[in-house]
């Protein structure tokens, strides 16, 4: 079992920043790819960066150049620098890892991001 707690989500204007960061606790195995989903209302949850144990990352277009996933391994924890943030961005942003190991995936309870115009 994988438990996430994400953090730092909020309120901000358009075009500042935040950063989110999930802390993982459990059984962590090296092959987990860690993830940032996003669903804003009314819309599909959608996938906004991940990244393996070894570092490899994989952004959605929405996200590239604007966000950055970063992964500290010793202390379990995965950071999502959110920057030029659009109006667009608003939605429940949710830590994800996937256990390939397992074919499983676990999610945090997700935390609010709120893009002011």
């Known amino acids: 079992q994988v438990q996430l707690v994400e953090s730092g989500g909020g309120l901000v204007q358009a075009g500042g920043s935040l950063r989110l960061s999930c802390t993982a606790s459990?059984?962590?195995?090296?092959?987990?790819?860690w993830g940032w989903f996003r669903q804003a209302p009314g819309k599909q949850r959608e996938l906004v960066a991940q990244?393996?144990?070894?570092?490899?990352?994989n952004y959605a277009d929405s996200a590239k150049g604007r966000f950055i996933i970063s992964r500290d391994n010793a202390m379990n924890t995965v950071d999502l620098q959110m920057t030029g943030l659009k109006p667009e961005d608003t939605a429940v942003y949710y830590c994800?890892?996937?256990?390939?190991?397992?074919?499983?995936?676990?999610w945090g309870k997700g935390t609010l991001v709120t893009v002011s115009s």
């Open positions: 994800n890892a996937y256990v390939s190991l397992l074919y499983r995936d676990y």
């Open positions: 459990g059984t962590i195995f090296s092959s987990t790819v």
């Open positions: 990244i393996t144990t070894s570092g490899n990352t």
